[in-house]
Structures are given as C-alpha cells and as structure tokens.
C-alpha cells in the first residue's frame, strides 16, 4: 500500500468519489424512489410497509456482501408500544343524595344489596383516555370548571374547593376560546388547556380521578366520545382518566351551556361540590408492535479491528400521519423521502462506498451500518440496540448518524455534535472542502435524532441534517422533492469521514461540552425554565412513574445540582412527576434562576436534590433577588393619569440621553447620551443598582442603537460611524422640515461590557444599525440598505448571515423580538406616489423624514407582516409587553409637533390606552427583563427644551 500525506489522502478519496457522483446521484435516485414508495406506507409501526422497508434494506446488505450483526440474521427485533386498548372490567356507575351537602361526606357508591352502581353510565357514553391508569375509584364528585389554575392570569377554579379523596370533573378545552381579547390569547389553545396539565393539577391537590366532558361550544350537540387512542410512550398519568358524554353530565345538574356562557362574560370561577358520588374502574393495557433494527457489519482487520465505527439512520416514518403529522387530520401516506429516506438510502450507499475503499486495508477497524427504527416515537431502536449491541458498546469510537440529507440548499450541511470530541471540526472540514460543501458545526451530542442513545453512552458523535422545511411530518414529503445530486455528496463526505476513524488515522474523544440546550429541538415540549436533562425515551412507556435520565447535559442545572444519568425524576417543586409531560409543566411553572427541590430515585433510594433552573440556552443563572435600584433619585412630580408609572426615578440629569436597554439580569442598562460639550451620541453602561457610570463606545464619530447580546449579556453591541471618521458626522438640515440621519458610515460594532475588544461586524454599504437581539439567544434583527433600500434584516450568530425579512419600497427599523422571538414588531414608512419620490431623494441624502410611521407585526421568519396602526402619526420604538400580547410604544397620535407619550395598544391594533401625559416627550422605552420595570426617554423636566434624560418606574398592570 503506498503511504502519501493524510491531507493528500483525504483529497484523493474526495477526488475519487467525486468522480463518481454520477453514479451516486443516479443510484440515490433509483434507491429513494423504492424506500419511500407508496407501497412501503410510509413505514410506519405495524404496517406491511416497514417489513418491506426492512427487507430491501437487508436485500442490499445482502449485495454488498457484508456480514449479518445479529449472529446470522440482519435483524434485531424489538417491541414498541403502539396503541391503548381496554382491558377487563370497566364499568362505571353514580350515586345521586340530595343529602349530600358542602360538608363532602361520602355517600354509599353501590346499591349495599347488589354491590352494583344504581345508575350505570352506558358503555357508550364513556370512555378512558389514552394516558389514563387503570384504577378503581369511589368518591364524591366537585365541578371544577375548566379545571384550570393559571394564577398569572387570575383565574384559578380550585379556589374554595377541597379536591381532596374526591374526582374532579371538568370540561376540556378553556374560557374565551373564540375571544382574540382573550387572556388565554382567543385564537390558539393556550397551555393552561393541555389535558395532562389539567390532570397534574387536579392530582397534585388529592383527586383520585378525573372526568373530562365537552361543552356545547365544542360539541356543537354531537353529545360525543374520542376514540381511545395511543398517547404516545409516554407514562400514564397517575390516575383514571376518562372522558363521558355531555348529556350523562347534564343529568347530574350541571348545566355546561350556563357555565360556559357565564365564564366567558365574567371569567369568575364556578366550581362546587356535586351531590353525587361514582363509583368505577378503569382498565387500560398498551399494545406493541413488533419492528426489528436491521444492521450488518464490515469486519475489521488487524490490531484495529476489535474498534468500532457506527453509521446509522432510523428507516422508520409516520406512516398514514397522525398525532405527529403536520396534517393530524389528514389520513394519508406519509412517504418520508427526506425523513428518513434520505438517510437510510446514504447509509447503504455510504456502505457501498466503504466496502471498495477499506478492501484493501491490513489495518481497519469494524464498521457497523445500522438503520434503526422506531425513531419517530422516541429513539426507540438506537435505545433499544445500545443495551442490546451486536458489538462491544465500549469498543465504539464513534457514530455518525444521518437524519433528513436529502435537501441540501447553497450547499450548506449541518453538522450537529461537532463539539462531542476536539477531532471533528478539523476531520470534517478538510473532507468537505474538495465537495464545496459548506458546514455549519454545532453543538454537543444530543438533539431529536439516533446520536442522542449512542451519546448517552459515551460516544463521539455527528449528526449531519440539511434542515427541515414546509414537507416536514407532511405528506408532500415526496421523492421528487430530493435534492438527489446533494445528496450524494453527503454520502461522499460522510465515507469520507468513516474511511479516516476506520483505518485509524483519526480516533474522536468523547468530550462532555458545557452545552446550551440541543440547537435543534424537534418536537420541543418545553418552554419554560430549563433543567438539563435526557430523558430516556425507551423508558417512557414504563409503569413505575418518574422520569427516567440518560444523561444530564454538562454544566446544566441538573448537573450542578448533582443529578445523574441513570437518575429516576419522581418529584420537582412538591410536585409528583408520574410522566415527561409532569415534569415539562413543572419546569413551566417555574422561572428560570428559582431553585427547587428535585427527587430522584437512585439505587433504589430517594434523593433529595436542590437545582437553580437555568433559561431554555441551557445556562443557569444565580436567583436574581429583587431589584434594589439605588442609581439616580425619586422623582416627585406626579402626571394625571400615569397610573402605570409608579415609583418613578431619574437616572441622568443633564444632555440629551435615550435608548436604554437592560442587561439579561436586570442590573444595568445600556444607553445613548450627548453629554454637555460633547459633539454626538455615545454609548454607556449604568449600573442601577450603584449607579456607576461608563463610556463604553470609543469616543469616535457618531453611535446609536446599544444593545446587550443575549441570553448571558456578556457582550454589547452598536452602531457607529468610526468608520468614516473620527468626527460628529454633520447634523442634518432642518431648514426644509425635520428629518432622521440615516449615515451610511453607520456599521455594526461587537464589543465586551466593558468596552473593549471592540470589532466591527457589518461590513457593506450604506447605513447598518438598530440591532435589538432575540432574548433567547441566536440571532438578531437589524436595520440595512445593503439592498439599496432600509429594510430588516436577520443576522445568525452562529454563521454571520443574514435573512432579509421585508422587501415594501420605504423605511423598516426599529425591530424587537417578543420574549420567546417568535414575533417581530417594528416602525415602518411605506410611501406611495409623490410621497415615495419624496423618501427616495432624501435617502439618497441619507435621510429620513419620520413623520408618519405606522406600527407592523410579523412572524420572526419575515411571514405573515401585517399592519397594527393606521393613525397617521410619527410612531416608534414598539415594545412587547412581558406577556407578548400588547405593544408599548412613543407617538405623537394625540398631539402635535414634539409632543409625544407612551401608549400600550393590543396585538391587533385594539384598545389604545395613554400610558404618560406629561408635557414635551417622552419616548424610547422598554421593559426590564421580569417585566417588573420600564425605562424611558422624557423631557418632562424642561419640556419646552431640548434636554432629554433617562427615567425608570416600576410597571403597574
């Protein structure tokens, strides 16, 4: 064998699959065609279709000439839970007393003769629900309304009632449902109305089971019953769960159109305690499905040969849809080309590709193809096949695992994992440099895919995706949709790769990272505060209750805490967790930088564990305690109708001072001043808390537009004119009316709290400011004329690209993010006729004339912009209340000239209300992070000048 430099090597492999990429591309094709075919039916559990899956993909093994891992079989079998069905017993029955009275007292169940119920609820009339346990019951009935407790809102239907030994009936679903004005939002359900959520609180306050029923709003007199169906495999919920006909619940004097109709008028709870006990039992049993890993090897050589390197992908898919699909109610074949066609043909052509190049090595190590499945309800074949390995699970260097290749776009492939071990960054971007393949390295080894279960076990590990898009979980999923072509040079670059781990030039080393939450998190269940935990999907259908870890992620709160892999979860807050969903809703309940008591099971012993949640980033913060801001001094003079504004402060006291934003924490705000005898803005830093005071821009030119980087704030940005000089820029002309300078010297600095370590970040022509940043880290929003025109712009901090998010002739600036950035709200000019000809010569003065600016939503992606204003004044600096459904924001709506106020208006343009009313401006204001504060731009000291200096008050809702 002739030796020739690694590098050289690498590109020789390259060069030679490149050659053959015809070929490749043909044969992706041909392959993809087969596997996500009509007949294979989408593959799901328990279809013909995935056992025609699973023999092609062993056909194929077959071809190659690889050996069987599984002894003489290709195959390891496994089961899967796939449904619910009733089991023995169930019955259900009632006892009505009029003596039963608010006391509670138990009133007999049976009839003391027959030991039967004395009135039968019809088989037909009632049913379990899915995450229900089996269970007997015999108790004493309360009406709890909707069942929801949402103290953040101020509704809660387990005041005054004692839930205690007793079954909680309740409607589904929640008040307001058709309402936009709603607090529970009117147009989506909210989370207070999630079943399980509703069941986890009636359970933790001592109910034995839970009835649901539908109210006429929603059953539209259809007097229905669901189906029982499969809850996924996740744990049952503790306790009997069902659900009966409205028209049994109306015989026991409930009258559900009454309730519903008053609620929504009101939102004043009305829950009581029945006259009335049941008496029942409910039996419910899981079914499985039989489905089979498939795998072969590629035997090693020589002192290598005992190591392993696993190429994986899970075959599985949704079969005719469902619960999962994007289109739940859509029956039909879910084809899956990219999810996971794509990846399972690349492991067979990757297999393929590495029988000719490792043919004549002396020296190799085994190669284990494995195509899992059972991915899409919870990891449950790469689970099932890491406790049951073919191979020995500590001889394993590494896994590379393929999940959705099949659309690469600008030739961009994600590689997640790539902080699993230090050898993965240098190994894969000297492979993909010769296929022009651009990578996009994040993350350590956990995310919604097969690499997760090998991860867990100490394993280095990839996971290359080319993104999700429209045909995600739908049945537009199709094969012609594939980017055939792309895909083969995933599978170059991927034998690329496995060729230098199995000939040993390159060994990975685990490398437990201090890692945020996965980049991509899939079918994310949670949106609250973070713990740092992998759960361990295998054993989620288990009857023992609790969570049950993999892993904990490295640095996270669960791992400060001392909480380990291997760990049963059975209690969070005071709060039993039966389930994964009980234990996202306790992480819902809390705030990040609470610190809570976590119990586990360990070694068969409960532990008590004290955890300091941390943000959905994965970081956790130390609790904040209350914010004692000492910096400025009260400020006495009180307003007419300011009755938001309460313990008003003022921060600066001379010049003119504005946009101030909060540190993450609350602590500091960052803002822009023209001090006495200074030329123009600069950017400082102050300290709430001393009051501590400092320059943080560099004194050159002209700034605007300082903001922290999120979510730790460990650096700040701005925008600057340093660039094309040293001096003020010139003030504009105002001889012919008032205008924004708009100076195309203006670019993007990165800089450290402090100041230092300064660096320009935007580089093209034409003005580039006003960059505000998602709170949950990432990304942010910006002002640009790099297009020629001001518009919004994306920037990605992972890779430093942009997305350009609005494309209207005129001026778009201003942008915020909500709190969970899935919204964007900003200012906008959109001219028309001789008014555009009007903005478009004063910009190509670098000018702005603001004096109508409307307010405009849109979705964080660019989708769905609509118009919230049409008030025909200068309005500006939108800010999302804590609670994302309202905008606070500086206008002139009401007055003339440079009289301006802050409003609140709804989401949909609704409600405005006057929020200040002193005279002169005020303006440029935002929330403090816990929503507990605002801070603002005012003249009211001197309103008929031009001093403009910062105030902070405590928000009164």
């Not at 023995?88 to 007393?97: C, D, I, Q, T």
């Not at 009980?582 to 070694?603: C, F, S, W």
């Not at 532990?607 to 209350?626: H, I, S």
């Not at 940043?773 to 942009?802: I, N, P, Q």
Request: charged share 25%.
């Amino acid at each position: 064998m002739k030796i020739v430099p690694l590098a050289l090597t690498s590109l020789l492999v390259c060069a030679s699959a490149a050659a053959q990429e015809p070929k490749l591309t043909k044969q992706f094709e041909s392959d993809i065609k087969v596997i996500a075919a009509d007949d294979m039916e989408g593959r799901g559990l328990g279809t013909k279709g995935i056992d025609r899956a699973a023999a092609f993909i062993e056909a194929r093994l077959r071809e190659l000439k690889l050996a069987p891992a599984f002894g003489a079989s290709y195959r390891q079998p496994f089961d899967v839970k796939t449904g619910v069905e009733l089991g023995a017993g169930n019955r259900l029955g009632y006892w009505v007393s009029g003596l039963l009275g608010s006391s509670g007292a138990t009133v007999p169940p049976s009839n003391p003769v027959t030991q039967q119920p004395s009135n039968p609820v019809p088989d037909n009339a009632w049913t379990p629900l899915g995450f229900s346990s089996s269970g007997k019951f015999n108790a004493p009935v309360v009406f709890v309304g909707y069942g929801i407790s949402a103290p953040p809102l101020g509704y809660d239907d387990y005041a005054g009632v004692d839930l205690k030994g007793k079954i909680a009936l309740m409607l589904r679903y929640e008040p307001q449902e058709k309402d936009d004005k709603s607090v529970f939002d009117g147009r989506k359900p909210s989370r207070w109305s999630a079943m399980r959520y509703k069941v986890l609180q009636a359970r933790e306050r001592g109910a034995v089971a839970v009835i649901f029923t539908t109210g006429p709003q929603q059953d539209e007199g259809k007097d229905r019953i669901p189906v029982l169906k499969n809850d996924g495999p996740q744990s049952p919920a503790g306790i009997p769960v069902i659900q009966i006909k409205p028209s049994v619940v109306e015989t026991w004097g409930v009258n559900l159109k009454e309730f519903q109709d008053s609620v929504d008028k009101d939102l004043k709870p009305r829950s009581r305690l029945l006259p009335m006990s049941l008496d029942g039992n409910v039996s419910v049993k899981a079914t499985y499905a039989t489905t089979s890993n498939v795998a072969a090897l590629l035997p090693g050589r020589g002192k290598l040969a005992n190591d392993v390197v696993v190429i994986g992908a899970h075959y599985d898919h949704l079969g005719y849809g469902g619960e999962h699909s994007m289109k739940p109610n859509v029956h039909a074949i879910h084809n899956g080309a990219d999810d996971n066609g794509s990846g399972t043909v690349s492991v067979l052509l990757i297999a393929q590709q590495m029988s000719e190049l490792l043919k004549d090595a002396p020296e190799r190590r085994t190669v284990l193809f494995a195509l899992f499945s059972g991915e899409e309800v919870g990891l449950a074949g790469s689970g099932w096949m890491v406790d049951h390995m073919p191979v020995p699970m500590e001889r394993v260097v590494a896994m590379i695992n393929l999940d959705m290749v099949g659309m690469l776009r600008n030739d961009e492939l994600i590689a997640f994992g790539a902080d699993s071990a230090p050898q993965w960054r240098p190994l894969l971007e000297r492979n993909a440099e010769p296929l022009k393949l651009k990578l996009i390295e994040r993350g350590d080894g956990y995310g919604p895919s097969d690499q997760t279960s090998f991860y867990a076990k100490q394993v280095p590990v990839i996971h290359f995706f080319t993104g999700t898009h429209e045909r995600y979980h739908a049945p537009e999923d199709k094969a012609e949709f594939l980017n055939y072509a792309g895909a083969a040079r995933v599978v170059e670059l991927t034998a690329a790769v496995a060729d230098e781990i199995a000939l040993g030039r390159v060994t990975p080393a685990y490398k437990r990272t201090v890692a945020a939450a996965p980049a991509m998190e899939g079918d994310s269940r949670g949106y609250g505060a973070y713990l740092g935990t992998v759960p361990d999907f295998k054993a989620m259908d288990a009857d023992k209750g609790g969570v049950l870890l993999a892993d904990v992620r490295a640095g996270g709160p669960a791992d400060k805490a001392g909480i380990r892999g291997g760990d049963r979860i059975v209690e969070m807050a005071e709060t039993k967790i039966e389930n994964l969903y009980d234990m996202t809703y306790a992480l819902q309940d809390h705030k990040p930088g609470e610190t809570v008591d976590v119990v586990v099971i360990r070694n068969n012993a409960p532990l008590k564990l004290r955890a300091t949640l941390g943000t959905r980033g994965g970081q956790a913060p130390p609790p904040v305690p209350a914010l004692e801001i000492k910096a400025g001094k009260p400020y006495e003079k009180t307003f007419d109708g300011e009755k938001r504004l309460k313990d008003i402060r003022q921060l600066t006291f001379s010049g003119e001072n504005a946009e101030a934003y909060f540190l993450p924490d609350g602590a500091k705000i960052i803002y822009q001043a023209t001090v006495p005898g200074a030329g123009c803005d600069q950017q400082y830093v102050m300290d709430l808390v001393t009051g501590e005071n400092k320059l943080v821009s560099s004194g050159k030119g002209r700034t605007t537009c300082g903001y922290f980087v999120w979510p730790k704030g460990d650096r700040i940005v701005y925008a600057s004119t340093e660039s094309g000089g040293a001096e003020c820029p010139p003030k504009p002309d105002y001889s012919k009316g008032y205008v924004w300078p708009v100076y195309s010297s203006f670019e993007i600095y990165e800089a450290k709290p402090d100041g230092s370590d300064a660096k320009r970040i935007t580089n093209t022509p034409g003005y580039d400011a006003e960059m505000t940043w998602c709170h949950k880290g990432g990304k942010a929003v910006f002002t640009s004329m790099r297009d020629g025109d001001l518009d919004l712009y994306e920037w990605d901090a992972a890779t430093g690209k942009t997305k350009r998010l609005t494309n209207a002739p005129g001026y778009d600036g201003g942008a915020f993010y909500n709190a969970d950035c899935t919204e964007i709200v900003w200012r906008a000019l959109h001219p028309t006729g001789d008014a555009l000809a009007e903005y478009k010569a004063l910009l190509a003065k670098d000018l702005v004339r603001p004096l109508h600016m409307e307010l405009f939503l849109m979705n964080a992606d660019g989708t769905n912009q609509r118009q919230v204003t049409s008030n025909g004044a200068a309005n500006f600096c939108p800010y999302f209340t804590p609670d994302g459904k309202r905008i606070l924001f500086a206008s002139n709506v009401d007055s003339t000239g440079f009289q301006f106020d802050l409003w609140l208006i709804g989401k949909d343009g609704k409600n405005p209300e006057r929020v200040t009313t002193a005279s002169g401006f005020d303006g440029f204001q935002t929330f403090s992070p816990d929503g507990k504060y605002v801070v603002w731009s005012s003249s009211r000291t001197k309103p008929d000048g031009h001093e403009m200096n910062l105030f902070i008050a405590k928000w009164a809702e």
